[in-house]
């Protein structure tokens, strides 16, 4: 892991795992994440590696092959970060080997 920057900003580069590696340690399941975001819009959370601040929305994908599927989405500075399907929820990475981890280990833990 590689860390970058000066002063408070700060960006972590983590190596390419590949997509759905190692097992997380989530709290919640998905079920019960997806359920906690649908009942209270606009909590925020902080990762569990650097505590950056984030929120999470659970919705549904609009358009493509994966129409109509649940998907928690992840967000920080107003950005998209990152987007757990289901299928990804246990593993350190989603789809798109995007470390997901950070976020979907913090969710049982409302920060702000």
């Known amino acids: 892991m590689k860390q970058k920057g000066s002063g408070t900003a700060m960006t972590i580069t983590k190596p390419n795992i590949g ?10 399941t ?9 009942h ?25 092959p994966r129409q109509g599927k649940r998907v928690i989405r992840f967000f920080s500075d107003g950005q998209e970060r990152a987007r757990a399907y289901e299928c990804c929820w ?3 990475t989603n789809c798109n080997a995007t470390y997901i981890d950070c976020y979907t280990q913090s969710m049982g833990h409302n920060s702000d």
């Open 19 to 28: 997509r759905h590696a190692r097992r997380a340690n989530n709290p919640l």
């Open 30 to 38: 998905f079920d019960e994440a997806y359920d906690l975001l649908s």
């Open 40 to 64: 209270n819009e606009g909590l925020a959370f902080r990762t569990s590696g650097n505590q950056t601040p984030f929120t999470a929305e659970a919705t549904e994908v609009q358009r493509g």
């Open 90 to 92: 246990q593993f350190a």
